[in-house]
């Protein structure tokens, strides 16, 4: 089974507040699952345009990926994302 992965690109508007989503959302996805492979770092964009920070986190399935995004408990910490960060976020199914 393909595994599932979500995938974030944000650019922080709040790094003090930030902080809070970072420390909050980390236990939460770990718990249901996540495995996170990229968390920000060093990155360039070779072609078109992108935000500044990258997060892939993987899941043992696209289902389980979709399930920890819509989680309430995540969902409510994802509200400090909201308003401290502009995102665009991923949910999507990895090659078989």
């Given at each position: 089974?393909?595994?599932?992965?979500?995938?974030?690109?944000?650019?922080?508007?709040?790094p003090?507040?930030?902080?809070?989503y970072?420390?909050?959302?980390?236990?939460i996805?770990q718990?249901?699952?996540?495995?996170?492979?990229v968390?920000?770092?060093?990155?360039?964009v070779?072609e078109?345009?992108?935000?500044?920070?990258h997060?892939?986190i993987e899941?043992?399935s696209?289902?389980?990926?979709?399930?920890?995004?819509?989680?309430?408990?995540?969902?409510?910490v994802?509200e400090?994302?909201?308003?401290?960060?502009?995102?665009t976020i991923?949910?999507?199914e990895?090659?078989?």
């Amino acid at each position: 089974m393909p595994k599932g992965y979500i995938i974030a690109h944000i650019t922080v508007t709040d790094p003090e507040a930030y902080k809070e989503y970072v420390e909050r959302d980390t236990p939460i996805l770990q718990g249901l699952g996540g495995q996170f492979v990229v968390r920000g770092g060093p990155s360039e964009v070779m072609e078109g345009s992108a935000n500044d920070r990258h997060v892939v986190i993987e899941f043992p399935s696209y289902q389980a990926a979709l399930n920890a995004y819509h989680d309430p408990e995540y969902q409510e910490v994802a509200e400090i994302r909201r308003r401290t960060a502009e995102s665009t976020i991923i949910v999507v199914e990895g090659a078989a």
